[in-house]
C-alpha cells in the first residue's frame, strides 16, 4: 500500500483502506447525460446483470441484454452482490481496489408482496484499497477481507442507499488469502492461518473479540451459506460447517480429495462444490454434492470440465467445456444438458476470460467471450430467449432483482 494515503488515514492504517472517488469519473451511461437518481416504479422486478470485463463492468437490461451503463475498473474483477439484492462489489485484486456498483435495481418487500423500482445504475463514491478475493453477505451487513492486512471491513446495506456507508474496520492480526461472514448473532467468522496458509476459521463477537476457534479444514477456500444461521467452508479433505459456535465437518466423497468452491441456496439443505486432487485430473469433471442434513456426501460426474458453479431451486448449474449446460439435481445427482455455447478450453490460467453463468429461477444467463456474446436461456424449454453482440470478452457476472419462480 501507498504509505502517504495510509498517513492521511490513520486511522484505517491496518486495515482495508476507504478512499473516496467520484462518482462520474470513469462512468458513463448509454446517453452520456449525468445519470437520473429518481426512482420510477416498475410492474414487477426489473433484473440487471452487471458483467466483468478486463477493463471495466456493465449494467445490462437481464431480458433484452442491452446495456444501461459501463463503468471502468483498473483489472479484471470479481462481481459480488450484496445482500441487499441492489449493489455489486467490484473485487480488483490484480490493482489493489475493491469498488461499488449501483445497479440501480431492486425490490422492497412488504408482506406477501413487494415494489419494484429501477433508477440509472451508478459507481458510489466508496471504495476500498487492498487485495481482495471474497465479499459476502446477509441480509442487513456485506463483510469484504482483505488479504495484505488480514482484516475485514463491515458494510451496513442500509447505508450503501445514498451513498452514505462507513465501514468499519475489524483486524485479525494475520495477513493471508482469506475470508469473513456475518454470522446471525451480529459477530463473525473469520479465517486463521499457519504460514499464511487458511486452516480453519475463528468465530469472532460483535466487537471483532475471538471467542472460540476451529483449525479442522486444511487448505480453507470457499464458503456459503448453510441453512440460516450456518456457513460451509471448503477444506483439502471436505467440508467444515460452523452453526451457532458448533463446528462439524463432511468428508469428500472421494478419498484424498477436496473442495475449493461451494454453492447453496435456501431451499434445500444439499450444497454443491467442486471436487479437485493434484495427482487426479478427473475430478475436474466432478460436483460433489454435500448432504448437511445427514451429513453424507456424493459425487456427481457432468461428462466435462466447468468454470463456475452456481446453485439455484434444489439444482446445481455449470457450463461445460462443451458449451453445454449441466443441470444437476441436487437430490437425485440427476444430470440435464442443455446447449449453451460453443465449445471452449478451460486452461490453467484461471483469469482468462471463459463462459460464466448465473441463474434465478428456469431463466441462465452465459457468458461467450469467444464469440463476445451473452445469452439467455430458458431451461425447461432449451431455447435461446436473448443473445446480444458486445464489445470485448464477457467474463464473470452476477444477476440482480430477478424474479425466482420455478
Same mark, same amino acid.
Given at each position: 500500500?501507498?504509505?502517504?494515503?495510509?498517513?492521511?488515514?490513520? $486511522?484505517?492504517? *491496518?486495515?482495508?483502506?476507504?478512499?473516496?472517488? /467520484?462518482?462520474?469519473?470513469?462512468?458513463?451511461?448509454?446517453?452520456? !447525460?449525468?445519470?437520473? &437518481?429518481?426512482?420510477?416504479?416498475?410492474?414487477? =422486478?426489473?433484473?440487471? /446483470?452487471?458483467?466483468?470485463?478486463?477493463?471495466?463492468?456493465?449494467?445490462?437490461?437481464?431480458?433484452?441484454?442491452? &446495456?444501461?451503463?459501463?463503468?471502468?475498473?483498473?483489472?479484471?474483477?470479481?462481481?459480488? =452482490?450484496?445482500?441487499?439484492?441492489? @449493489?455489486?462489489?467490484?473485487?480488483?485484486?490484480?490493482?489493489?481496489? %475493491?469498488?461499488?456498483?449501483?445497479?440501480?435495481?431492486?425490490?422492497?418487500?412488504?408482506? !406477501?408482496?413487494?415494489?419494484?423500482?429501477?433508477?440509472?445504475?451508478? #459507481?458510489?463514491?466508496?471504495?476500498?484499497?487492498?487485495?481482495?478475493?471474497?465479499?459476502?453477505?446477509?441480509?442487513?451487513?456485506?463483510?469484504?477481507?482483505?488479504?495484505?492486512?488480514?482484516?475485514?471491513?463491515?458494510?451496513? @446495506?442500509? +447505508?450503501?442507499?445514498?451513498?452514505?456507508?462507513?465501514?468499519?474496520?475489524?483486524?485479525?492480526? %494475520?495477513?493471508?488469502?482469506?475470508?469473513?461472514? =456475518?454470522?446471525?448473532?451480529?459477530?463473525?467468522?473469520?479465517?486463521?492461518?499457519?504460514?499464511?496458509? *487458511?486452516?480453519?476459521?475463528?468465530?469472532?463477537?460483535?466487537?471483532?473479540?475471538?471467542?472460540?476457534?476451529? #483449525?479442522?479444514?486444511?487448505?480453507?477456500?470457499?464458503?456459503? @451459506?448453510?441453512?440460516?444461521?450456518?456457513?460451509?467452508?471448503?477444506? &483439502?479433505?471436505?467440508?467444515?460447517?460452523?452453526?451457532?459456535?458448533?463446528?462439524?465437518?463432511?468428508? *469428500?466423497?472421494?478419498?484424498?480429495?477436496?473442495?475449493?468452491?461451494?454453492?447453496?441456496? @435456501?431451499?434445500?439443505?444439499?450444497?454443491?462444490?467442486?471436487?479437485?486432487?493434484?495427482?487426479?485430473?478427473?475430478?475436474?469433471?466432478?460436483?460433489?454434492?454435500? !448432504?448437511?442434513? %445427514?451429513?453424507?456426501?456424493?459425487?456427481? !460426474?457432468?461428462?466435462?470440465?466447468?468454470?463456475?458453479?452456481?446453485?439455484?431451486?434444489?439444482?446445481?448449474?455449470?457450463?461445460?467445456?462443451?458449451?453445454?449446460?449441466?443441470?444437476?439435481?441436487?437430490?437425485?445427482?440427476?444430470?440435464?444438458?442443455?446447449?449453451?455455447?460453443?465449445?471452449?478450453?478451460?486452461?490453467?490460467?484461471? +483469469?482468462?476470460?471463459?463462459?460464466?453463468?448465473?441463474?434465478?429461477?428456469? %431463466?441462465?444467463?452465459?457468458?461467450?467471450?469467444?464469440?463476445?456474446?451473452?445469452?439467455?436461456?430458458?431451461?425447461?424449454?432449451?431455447?435461446?430467449?436473448? &443473445?446480444?453482440?458486445?464489445?470485448?470478452?464477457?467474463?464473470?457476472?452476477?444477476?440482480?432483482? $430477478?424474479?425466482?419462480?420455478?
Amino acid at each position: 500500500m501507498n504509505p502517504s494515503v495510509l498517513n492521511r488515514r490513520p $486511522a484505517l492504517a *491496518a486495515g482495508l483502506l476507504l478512499t473516496a472517488v /467520484l462518482a462520474a469519473c470513469g462512468s458513463e451511461t448509454d446517453s452520456g !447525460d449525468e445519470p437520473s &437518481t429518481t426512482p420510477v416504479e416498475t410492474a414487477g =422486478p426489473a433484473p440487471r /446483470l452487471v458483467v466483468a470485463y478486463s477493463d471495466r463492468v456493465d449494467v445490462v437490461d437481464a431480458t433484452e441484454l442491452s &446495456t444501461e451503463a459501463s463503468f471502468d475498473v483498473e483489472s479484471s474483477p470479481y462481481v459480488i =452482490p450484496s445482500g441487499d439484492g441492489r @449493489h455489486v462489489f467490484t473485487l480488483e485484486h490484480e490493482a489493489g481496489r %475493491t469498488g461499488v456498483i449501483d445497479s440501480g435495481t431492486w425490490t422492497d418487500a412488504h408482506g !406477501d408482496h413487494g415494489h419494484s423500482y429501477t433508477v440509472d445504475p451508478a #459507481e458510489l463514491d466508496l471504495s476500498f484499497e487492498g487485495t481482495s478475493y471474497h465479499a459476502v453477505s446477509d441480509d442487513t451487513r456485506s463483510v469484504i477481507w482483505n488479504d495484505d492486512e488480514g482484516s475485514f471491513a463491515v458494510l451496513d @446495506h442500509a +447505508q450503501l442507499e445514498g451513498d452514505l456507508a462507513r465501514p468499519r474496520i475489524i483486524e485479525t492480526g %494475520t495477513p493471508h488469502h482469506g475470508v469473513a461472514v =456475518p454470522t446471525a448473532d451480529g459477530g463473525f467468522l473469520a479465517t486463521v492461518s499457519v504460514d499464511e496458509d *487458511a486452516v480453519g476459521v475463528a468465530v469472532l463477537d460483535s466487537a471483532g473479540k475471538e471467542t472460540a476457534r476451529f #483449525e479442522d479444514c486444511p487448505g480453507l477456500h470457499g464458503e456459503t @451459506h448453510v441453512g440460516e444461521t450456518g456457513y460451509a467452508f471448503g477444506c &483439502t479433505d471436505g467440508i467444515m460447517i460452523v452453526d451457532n459456535g458448533q463446528a462439524r465437518k463432511i468428508a *469428500a466423497p472421494v478419498g484424498g480429495a477436496g473442495t475449493g468452491s461451494l454453492a447453496s441456496d @435456501h431451499e434445500s439443505p444439499i450444497l454443491a462444490g467442486t471436487l479437485s486432487a493434484e495427482d487426479d485430473p478427473s475430478l475436474d469433471t466432478q460436483v460433489a454434492l454435500y !448432504d448437511t442434513a %445427514t451429513g453424507t456426501a456424493r459425487a456427481v !460426474d457432468v461428462g466435462a470440465k466447468y468454470s463456475n458453479l452456481v446453485v439455484d431451486h434444489g439444482r446445481a448449474i455449470v457450463v461445460g467445456t462443451d458449451g453445454d449446460l449441466r443441470v444437476v439435481d441436487l437430490v437425485s445427482g440427476e444430470v440435464t444438458v442443455v446447449p449453451a455455447v460453443e465449445a471452449w478450453e478451460k486452461t490453467e490460467d484461471w +483469469q482468462e476470460p471463459r463462459p460464466y453463468v448465473a441463474v434465478a429461477g428456469d %431463466t441462465v444467463w452465459v457468458s461467450e467471450p469467444a464469440t463476445s456474446s451473452l445469452h439467455s436461456i430458458d431451461l425447461e424449454t432449451g431455447e435461446v430467449t436473448a &443473445t446480444e453482440k458486445v464489445d470485448g470478452e464477457p467474463g464473470r457476472l452476477v444477476v440482480l432483482n $430477478a424474479p425466482h419462480e420455478h
